[in-house]
């Protein structure tokens, strides 16, 4: 069974905007950043992919208001996260999982920029991450 998937982020120096928009084009899921559109209705989407930068430690404040302002909405849906920060190796896994406990979303990914590149020049591990939403 085929499911609708909806992608929603919030993005600072537009590297989770781009990993965004690259994620919905390869998902043919639709895409909603969340410093233009707060009001969704998420009725239609079955998997909510979710994609913040971090600054201070902490994802951005508009995809955490979103989460708390939508709970109810949310509660049936599949979630995933993905992360777009500086850190890698095991400081970037603490980072997302002290991120992903925070928003409740166990299905949790993170980048860092720095790994290999496709030949879009997009991070090989994002490619990694599109091939498991598409299992969702």
């Given at each position: 069974?085929m499911t609708k998937k909806a992608i929603l982020?919030?993005?600072?120096?537009?590297?989770?905007?781009?990993?965004?928009?690259?994620?919905?084009?390869?998902?043919?899921?639709?895409?909603?950043?969340?410093?233009?559109?707060?009001?969704?209705?998420?009725?239609?989407?079955?998997?909510?992919?979710?994609?913040?930068?971090?600054?201070?430690?902490?994802?951005?404040?508009?995809?955490?208001?979103?989460?708390?302002?939508?709970?109810?909405?949310?509660?049936?849906?599949?979630?995933?996260?993905?992360?777009?920060?500086?850190?890698?190796?095991?400081?970037?896994?603490?980072?997302?999982?002290?991120?992903?406990?925070?928003?409740?979303?166990?299905?949790?990914?993170?980048f860092h920029g720095k790994g290999e590149k496709?030949?879009?020049?997009?991070?090989?591990?994002?490619?990694?991450?599109?091939?498991?939403?598409?299992?969702?």
């Amino acid at each position: 069974m085929m499911t609708k998937k909806a992608i929603l982020y919030s993005s600072g120096l537009g590297k989770t905007r781009k990993i965004a928009a690259y994620a919905a084009k390869e998902l043919k899921a639709d895409i909603f950043d969340l410093k233009k559109q707060t009001v969704i209705d998420l009725s239609e989407y079955s998997h909510i992919i979710f994609g913040t930068g971090i600054h201070a430690g902490k994802p951005y404040g508009a995809l955490v208001r979103f989460i708390k302002d939508n709970k109810d909405q949310l509660t049936s849906k599949k979630k995933s996260l993905f992360l777009s920060c500086m850190l890698k190796d095991e400081k970037g896994e603490a980072q997302l999982k002290a991120v992903s406990n925070e928003l409740r979303i166990s299905d949790a990914y993170f980048f860092h920029g720095k790994g290999e590149k496709n030949d879009e020049g997009m991070e090989i591990a994002v490619d990694d991450f599109i091939k498991e939403m598409r299992t969702r």
